[in-house]
Nanobody, 116 residues
Framework: QAQLVESGGGLVQPGGSLRLSCVAS????????VRWYREAPGMEREFVAR????????TYADSVKGRFVISRDNAKNTAYLQMDSLKAEDTANYLC?????????WGQGTQVTVSS
């Protein structure tokens, strides 16, 4: 059964850091670009970051550029999102997404709350 499982979320103070993980199973993780999205209550799903299949050329939303770093380890079927200098507006459920034609895989998400 193909699935993505996120972890690493939690409660953190403003200015703090978290590292999210996304573990894939049941499909060829290395064959798809990895994306992180986030959903805050009452808001539309927002793109956060993307790591392509082969090139080390990630892209980021302007809101997280310079604070977040996306990476992947195909040997471990895992993607990561290192989040530094967190702000209250980063509070959301963070979801991992991998598209491997013709399947679009999504995890359930991991909640990140930034609050003092």
């Amino acid at each position: 059964q193909a699935q993505l499982v996120e972890s690493g979320g939690g409660l953190v103070q403003p200015g703090g850091s978290l590292r999210l993980s996304c573990v894939a199973s049941g499909f060829d993780f290395s064959a798809g670009a990895v994306r992180w999205y986030r959903e805050a209550p009452g808001m539309e799903r927002e793109f956060v970051a993307r790591f392509p299949i082969t090139a080390d050329d990630p892209t980021y939303a302007d809101s997280v550029k310079g604070r977040f770093v996306i990476s992947r380890d195909n040997a471990k079927n895992t993607a990561y999102l290192q989040m530094d200098s967190l702000k209250a507006e980063d509070t959301a459920n963070y979801l991992c997404n991998v598209f491997v034609w013709p399947h679009d895989y999504w995890g359930q998400g991991t909640q990140v709350t930034v609050s003092s």
